[in-house]
Every structure is written in C-alpha cells, then in structure tokens.
C-alpha cells in the first residue's frame, strides 16, 4: 500500500471541496518543490493517485507552461513513453524542474500548466503544485471530480489545463467562488479544462486580456478577481481539437449553463444510476472503510470511473452492470 502524508507543509496553496460541495482552503504544501527565491524555472510536483496494487501512475506526462499572456515559457518533454511516473513514498521522485528556454525573459512568472498524456495508458493525479519561488499555488483533483470530469477513490490523503494564481486558496478568493462556484470554476475554460485529445506541443485557451486581482487583505497575496464575470465562458470549446483552442459554437449564458454537468453529490438512497463508462475489472473489489469513500458517491456519480466498491464505514456495496450502478446494503451478522 502506498501512502504519501500530505500534511507536512503548512502553506495554504490550494482549495478542496467538503463532502456537500461547499470550496475550502486547505493548508498543505510539499516544501521541497518550492524554490527558496525566485528563481529562472518552474518546479512542478505531480502527486499521482493511488489504488494500491493498481497502477495508478501510468507513463509520465508531457507539461507545457506559458505565462499571462500565453507565450510559451518552458516544456517538459517524454521522449520514451516507457517511463513511468514513481509510485513513491517520496514525492521528490516526481519534482520536474523546467527551465524557462522559450521565452525572452527567464524570471517570467508561469500562470497556464498543461499536463498532457499522448499514450493510451490513463494517468490518475491528485494534486500538482507548481512554484517558481515567487508565485506557488496546487491544482487538486477535487476540482476536476466537481467540475464533471473522470473519477476515482485514491488512497492517498487529498489531459487537464489550470491557471496557476487562480487555485491560490486565499481567503478573498474563496470568497468569491463562494458566489457561484460552478460558474467560476467549471464554466471558465481558461481557468480550468479538460481535453479529449489536445497534444503535447498544442496551446490552450487564455484569458485575453490577462485578468485583474484584488490584493487578499489577510494574506497580502493575489486575491478575488476585479471583474469575476470576465473570466465566465461566452462560448464554447471545442474540446476535441489536436493543437490548437477552437470555438465550437456560440451560445446564449442559459445554453452554457445546461452543456456543463453539474456536481456531483452524495446521495445515500439506494438508486440505478446511468454511467459514463464501464466497470474496469470484474473481478476486482475494492474494500475500504475510509471517511469520502463511499460506495454511494462512486455509484451516484455519472462520472466516475473504477471498479465495485465495499464501504464499511457506510455498510453499502457499489456494482457496476452493463446499465448502471447498483447499491446494495451490506447485512450484517
């Protein structure tokens, strides 16, 4: 069993989301992967989920930074699709240092990651902090679960794109998002996306112009944004191109509300619920008595994406048939 502890660092870089979906700060950090001072890179620390004696890693990703006004900083680059990211106790095995040596200026601060998987192998992640020494901030999968995209349970404690200050967990930022979190978080492309088959060396959609902040007055760091609604989507993208953003259509705000699933919630009651996908293995079962791994959420999800799942802790079983999920209550004797 692998287990990576997420509590030694005390910065508060990122935000995760309570079991009824309310945003939170959360304080944690990987302090090796920030530099002491500003420094001519970009360190990005992938921090993969885990499903024990299941491969959760996968090849390592292609990861492409850009800056505000989305010139192309640096890359990462795979050369063999044979490495593989380290299921580690260490997560100094998956700190990749990137030099700035595509753009003019090397102290440029990156705002856009993308993290890209070319290969056919899925990768499951967790978080990805990234940090300069000037700007850091962490990317948690809690948001891509919220914002309708493929799940599973990890075992670890906590082709997507993200822009980096906007995942700052300051408290005038959660505020705002606070508002409307669906709207600011899952309908803004820039902000936070998912792609089906963008490739390594593709660009993504950037805020044009680059977005104003308030300064956080408890924190002195990037805070709410000027103007929330400029950040919303006013169309919708393709998310199916190979290299380059592409607007699909134009929609009225009504429109795009509706083409975005909404989250997802934790329902206890016993239901059928349709899925996206199928179960990965039969004749696997996984066991866990852990708080958030409730067979209910796995089953009521329509996006989430693994195999049939006890909870002792809830005393359901979660089944995936070739229609749906079913629950089943555990008998006890």
Not at 94 to 101: A, G, L, V
Not at 133 to 149: H, Q
Not at 156 to 174: A, C, E, Q, Y
Request: proline letters at 6%; charged letters at 25%; a neutral charge.
């Amino acid at each position: 069993m692998v287990n990576v502890n997420l509590a030694a660092g005390a910065r508060i870089l990122g935000f995760l989301f309570s079991p009824d979906n309310l945003i939170m700060p959360f304080k944690w950090s990987h302090d090796a992967g920030i530099p002491d001072k500003h420094i001519p890179e970009t360190w990005v620390t992938i921090v993969t989920g885990d499903g024990a004696n299941l491969e959760a890693s996968g090849s390592e990703p292609f990861i492409s930074l850009w800056d505000d006004d989305g010139r192309r900083i640096g890359q990462h680059w795979v050369e063999d699709n044979r490495n593989k990211l380290p299921v580690s106790n260490d997560l100094n095995d998956n700190i990749y240092k990137i030099p700035h040596t595509q753009n003019r200026d090397p102290m440029a601060t990156v705002q856009y990651v993308m993290i890209s998987q070319l290969y056919s192998e899925t990768i499951c992640i967790s978080a990805v902090q990234v940090s300069n020494g000037k700007l850091s901030a962490t990317w948690y999968g809690d948001l891509a679960m919220y914002c309708g995209a493929k799940w599973f349970l990890s075992q670890r404690k906590v082709g997507d794109n993200f822009h980096v200050n906007d995942m700052l967990g300051t408290p005038s930022k959660i505020q705002m998002y606070r508002k409307d979190q669906h709207k600011y978080l899952c309908r803004s492309t820039p902000r936070f996306g998912w792609w089906r088959r963008l490739e390594p060396d593709g660009t993504v959609p950037f805020f044009k112009p680059p977005l104003q902040y308030d300064v956080d007055k408890e924190t002195g760091l990037e805070g709410c944004d000027k103007s929330p609604e400029l950040a919303v989507d006013r169309v919708v993208w393709d998310k199916g191109v190979y290299t380059r953003p592409k607007i699909k259509s134009t929609k009225t705000i009504k429109e795009l509300r509706r083409s975005i699933p909404e989250p997802a919630q934790n329902r206890p009651e016993n239901v059928l619920t349709k899925r996206r996908g199928s179960n990965r293995d039969p004749s696997h079962l996984i066991v866990t008595e852990a708080e958030g791994h409730e067979a209910s959420l796995v089953c009521n999800s329509t996006t989430s994406d693994g195999w049939d799942v006890v909870s002792l802790r809830e005393g359901n079983i979660a089944t995936w048939q070739s229609k749906g999920c079913t629950i089943f209550v555990l008998k006890r004797t």
